[in-house]
């Protein structure tokens, strides 16, 4: 068994040194790079945010608590994912970074963030009761991780090795929900509370930049970025 | 002829009880079979021996094999949607796996991995208890036949990462030590709040728990140590703990065992224990 | 007799009671989805995996079956691990007996109403059962493979309503030598068993108890208390057949000169689709997966007036199509009976016989389509016989009598799985018979036709609290009106259509 392992091993690492030099990202140290900034808006007021019916677990999570998939302020909204469609080469980025990703009170802490392919997602359980967290990729929404978390502040880390959103859960909670963005490259951003965002030292040259929302969906607008300077991107959601 | 008629009635009918009380004891003889069983893998020729090599002759014949034993439930494209598929479980969990999503409840790899063959080997011999017939009745040179096939289902076998859950460590005997140390495992790591305080699947996390497709696929009765469908043995339910099920609720706890395997040992006889 | 009807509502109570306390004892024990009927326990599965809802196969039981009870795809030798002697390749394995054998306990109470009932009553009157026995009915089966692609099944049935003459029959038994060309190619059944079997709508496996006739086949024409509630297309359709002559000038009511020869009942399954043939099967898959052939004889006994062995040749081929959560399949077959059977006509009190025997075609056409939630199926069956030879005989001995040549049955059945507990079933029979039209064109007497169609519907409501114990209540409906028999025959109501209709009530366990 173990010799067939280290064999599978040495196959598996070649295969993936092939395939980790077609389509990557390039780290190089970018001088005089642009900034990619604006403002992620929606037309009109905010959807309602549904309320969320608590089956369990009451004295952790609490009672009347509302979803927070339509959060925002002053007309812009908050947790949109905006991120360079394709980049070859750019800023360089921590590959060892952990991303927080916390359980508490019954809900995502935070309920969207980006990574970059290969980081971790740091999983932790704040609340004193047992949490799964339960980790989907792909389109088919394929089970990527399903960690249980029985003990309160103890980090588990997992590499994220998927691209696109990532949907995590909880199968002992039905209503948590939260989104981990994974790209190739380091040029992603959430919104903040006002919908404002902002994207550096990034090369200069034209890009294609996907700005995705859980429920408002995802489209894509094209940007010019010159070298030194600030491309304004904003764009507003109408439902 | 009315004695005669009501004789015959009263001994079809002690005939009919004593089939049911057979019946039921052929359960309880088959718990003990399984318990005397501790290899993880029931069968009693290796499976490494009459391997054949996995290249395309092979896995052709694989699929010739799988078109007449196995299509019936897991269909012709694997989806496990064949023609009996729906009848199992109806409206709840387990459907037939698809083969084709990569998803697989019976590893020895980490959560959200794809199985070894010798996982997949293993499922085909033993069969899934209740859904899914074991086929020792094809040698095994055709069962790793029928695997390479199944791995055809998936590009990601090919070339994949398999990071694969190693047995540390193995049964320990079964004593009120152990089994006590596996009682505070199961209360430290709150397997009770999906498997209850007894283990009896009833806890309070129990009712709403669904498998990946949306089919309510509540938690074991722990009880019922002969209805484990990863197996009876310790090293089954080790793999289970370890690996969770993929496409259900179960969760792996790999990473909370970590450097503290025993741990696992004393909760596989605090488990064991419930159904005596 | 005459005081049943206060008898009935305690009976009634007795037999809920006596069910109650068995399915509690049975559901009790059956926790376990695998602690079932014996191909189930032994490959510790559900009773799912091979049954829509008990006793119908879906497809994955149908080619277990096909196969001698080995998986398919394999030949498997029926046990997972017993081996006696001869070790894993050769040997022959014996498993625990609750692995092989099983039983199945039937009982129904039965009401139907008649259009007419001449006379006192007497035992062919009766349509109701009340009598409410549990079990009615036990069959006591043995069924595995005992080695490597050598299968058996035996069965035995006991009717515990029958009277003193038939107590515990051997009803299906055969010895099975599977794929003898090669994988799934060439198994061999030899001994007693249904033709049909692989057919697309097989005699045996229907959701419900038979309701058998009343009737006395001595007589002749045959006196029919109450024909049976089964599928009208698997019946001989024929009126004034029998199975053999008796001394010339004999009356039928001389027991001490009478031979064997009784009356073909019209309305009762025959041939191909008799439930239990002694005979020979072939059957193997061609042309790929797809493609299902059986071939096979029947033996059986002419209808001469010096009866010999007679052999019966039949041929079924089906084709097969599995799909996502479905599958169809089509089914056609060619039954050829030679001599099978003797026109019989009532001359006032003496039989009088046809020249010689007449050959018997059938040839049926049957589809099931099963999809999801959906099981729907049903057959078209043609019969046909010779034309009867009266010729030379005067108007008085038959030779002015007029026969129907041609005979058609459909039987179409819709069932619907509810959920995991209830089904729902419409069913729907015609009849076109075939026969004895008039004894004697000529006479005044005869002044309608004796062979009448027939046409029922029924409604189906069956309930399992566990997939082995079903619980069942059916109604079926006569669709046709009142059509009388010929004055020279009485003139009372045809048995096609003096069932008007029929309530049973009843329940199907098998352990």
């Known amino acids: 068994m173990k010799i067939k392992n280290s064999i599978k091993w040495a196959g598996v690492a070649s295969a993936l040194l092939l395939a980790s030099t077609a389509g990557a990202y390039e780290q190089i140290d970018v001088t005089n790079g642009g900034t990619i900034s604006g403002k992620i808006s929606f037309k009109g007021a905010l959807p309602a945010n549904p309320a969320l019916v608590i089956t369990k677990d009451k004295e952790t999570c609490g009672t009347g608590v509302t979803a927070d998939y339509y959060l925002g302020s002053g007309g812009g909204i908050q947790n949109v994912v905006v991120a360079i469609e394709s980049i070859d080469k750019g800023k360089k980025f921590k590959k060892r970074a952990i991303i927080p990703f916390d359980n508490k009170k019954c809900m995502f802490v935070p309920h969207v963030v980006t990574a970059v392919k290969g980081q971790k997602l740091g999983i932790n359980n704040s609340d004193p009761v047992l949490h799964n967290t339960h980790l989907y990729s792909g389109k088919k929404l394929k089970t990527m991780y399903n960690i249980a978390l029985p003990l309160m502040n103890k980090v588990i880390k997992k590499p994220l090795r998927k691209l696109g959103p990532v949907v995590v859960k909880c199968d002992a909670h039905e209503w948590m929900l939260g989104y981990v963005y994974v790209s190739k490259h380091p040029y992603s951003t959430v919104t903040a509370n006002n919908g404002s965002f902002s994207i550096g030292d990034v090369p200069a040259g034209n890009y294609k930049v996907k700005i995705w929302h859980e429920k408002l969906g995802e489209v894509s607008q094209d940007v010019t970025v010159a070298a030194g300077g600030t491309a304004k991107l904003n764009y507003s959601f109408s439902k | 002829m009315n004695k005669q008629k009501s004789f015959l009635q009263s001994l079809s009918v002690a005939v009919a009880l004593t089939m049911v009380a057979g019946s039921s004891s052929g359960v309880i003889a088959a718990e003990k079979k399984a318990k005397a069983k501790t290899a993880p893998l029931a069968i009693t020729v290796s499976p490494y021996k009459g391997r054949p090599k996995e290249n395309a002759k092979n896995i052709a014949a694989g699929k010739r094999i799988y078109d007449n034993a196995c299509i019936y439930c897991h269909g012709t494209t694997g989806k496990g949607d064949g023609p009996v598929a729906f009848y199992l479980s109806r409206d709840t969990a387990p459907r037939p796996r698809d083969l084709t999503s990569g998803i697989f409840k019976f590893r020895s790899t980490g959560s959200g991995e794809l199985p070894m063959d010798e996982d997949i080997f293993r499922t085909i011999t033993r069969g899934v208890k209740g859904y899914m017939p074991g086929f020792q009745g094809l040698s095994v040179s055709d069962r790793w036949k029928v695997v390479y096939y199944v791995k055809s289902f998936n590009p990601d076998f090919k070339g994949g990462e398999f990071e694969t859950i190693k047995m540390v460590g193995g049964p320990v005997q079964s004593n009120g030590v152990s089994i006590n140390k596996g009682y505070k495992v199961y209360q430290k790591f709150k397997c009770w709040e999906c498997h209850g305080g007894g283990g009896l699947g009833n806890g309070k996390k129990a009712p709403d728990l669904k498998d990946d497709w949306g089919f309510p696929l509540p938690p074991r009765d722990l009880s019922r140590l002969s209805s484990f469908k990863n197996g009876t043995a310790p090293e089954d339910m080790y793999r289970t703990i370890m690996a969770g099920f993929d496409g259900g609720a179960m969760p792996s706890y790999a990473d909370f065992f970590e450097g503290e395997e025993k741990n696992v040992w004393h909760l596989i006889n605090y488990i064991r224990s419930l159904s005596e | ?511």
């Not at chain 3, 009401?111 to 026995?133: H, K």
């Not at chain 3, 036990?138 to 107590?167: C, H, L, R, W």
């Not at chain 3, 002015?400 to 049955?409: C, L, P, Q, V």
């Not at chain 3, 005044?444 to 029924?458: P, V």
């Open chain 3, 1 to 511: 007799m005459l005081h049943y009807r206060e008898d009935i509502k305690s009976t009634v109570v007795k037999f809920l009671a006596a069910l109650f306390l068995l399915t509690a004892f049975a559901a009790v024990n059956v926790k376990d989805a695998s602690a079932v009927p014996a191909f189930a326990r032994k490959y510790e599965m559900s009773c799912n995996v091979c049954h829509t809802r008990q006793p119908r196969l879906n497809a994955y039981g149908q080619r277990f079956m096909e196969n001698g009870y080995q998986l398919p795809g394999t030949a498997d030798g029926g046990s997972k691990e017993k081996y006696l002697f001869g070790g894993e390749t050769n040997g022959v394995t014996l498993d625990d007996i609750s692995n092989f054998m099983a039983l199945r306990l039937r009982a129904d109470v039965q009401q139907g109403s008649l259009r007419s009932r001449s006379g006192a009553p007497t035992e062919m009157n009766v349509t109701e059962d009340p009598d409410i026995v549990f079990p009615r009915t036990v069959n006591i089966f043995f069924a595995g493979a005992a080695a490597k692609d050598i299968s058996f099944f035996f069965e035995m049935e006991y009717d515990t309503q029958d009277p003193a003459e038939s107590a515990v029959a051997f009803e299906r038994s055969m010895l099975m030598f599977d794929n003898m060309f090669g994988a799934q190619n060439g198994t061999l059944k030899i001994g007693q068993f249904d033709p049909s079997s692989l057919y697309s709508f097989p005699t045996h496996r229907q959701m419900l108890n038979p309701v058998k006739p009343i009737a006395e086949t001595n007589e002749f024409p045959p006196a029919i208390g109450r024909i049976p509630v089964l599928p009208l297309a698997f019946a001989s359709k024929m009126f004034g057949l029998s199975t053999g002559a008796r001394n010339a000038g004999t009356t039928a009511s001389d027991p001490d000169t009478l031979k064997e020869g009784f009356a073909i009942l019209p309305f009762e399954p025959y041939l191909f689709n008799a439930p239990v043939q002694k005979g020979v099967s072939l059957h193997g898959r061609i042309a790929g997966n797809k493609l299902l052939y059986q071939v096979g004889l029947v033996q059986n006994n002419t209808a001469e007036t010096v009866s010999k062995t007679r052999w019966d040749t039949y041929a079924m081929l089906r084709y097969d199509w599995l799909g996502e959560f479905s599958n169809f399949q089509v089914s056609g077959f060619y039954y050829n009976a030679p001599k099978a059977a003797m026109p019989t006509l009532n001359m006032g009190g003496t039989l009088r016989y046809a020249n010689s025997a007449v050959d018997w075609n059938r040839y049926g056409l049957a589809a099931r389509w099963q999809a999801k939630s959906w099981d729907i199926y049903g057959t078209v069956i043609v019969d046909q016989i010779d034309e009867p030879d009266y010729s030379g005989k005067t108007a008085m001995m038959g030779g002015a009598s007029t026969w129907e040549k041609n005979a058609m049955g459909i039987s179409l059945e819709a069932d619907y799985l509810l959920d995991d507990k209830w089904l729902l079933g419409v069913r729907y029979d015609q009849m076109s018979s075939g026969g004895l039209l008039r004894g004697n064109t000529g006479a005044a007497n005869w002044d309608r036709d004796l062979a009448q169609d027939a046409a029922f519907l029924g409604l189906i409501a069956k309930y399992y609290p566990s997939p082995n114990i079903g619980l069942y209540a059916r109604y079926h409906h006569n669709l046709k009106t009142s059509v009388k028999l010929p004055t020279v025959l009485g003139g009372d109501e045809n048995p096609a259509t003096n069932l008007t209709s029929m309530v049973t009530v009843g329940v199907d366990m098998a352990f």
